[in-house]
């Protein structure tokens, strides 16, 4: 997880992320983008 948060923090996300575990990554990925209008930033590598 310190992995992924110093990715966020150096490629300019300081503010307003979410990170989440789980299976649940599609499904928050079709809510974020289709219905909220929200860019969605992949950071697993």
Same mark, same amino acid.
């Given at each position: 997880?310190?992995?992924?948060? *110093?990715?966020?923090?150096?490629?300019?996300?300081?503010?307003?992320?979410? $990170?989440?575990?789980?299976?649940?990554?599609? *499904?928050?990925k079709?809510?974020?983008?289709?219905?909220?209008?929200?860019?969605? $930033?992949? *950071?697993?590598?």
């Open positions: 997880m310190q992995e992924k948060m *110093i990715r966020l923090a150096r490629g300019g996300f300081k503010h307003h992320t979410s $990170v989440g575990s789980g299976h649940m990554k599609e *499904i928050l079709e809510a974020f983008t289709t219905y909220l209008g929200y860019d969605w $930033v992949d *950071i697993d590598n």
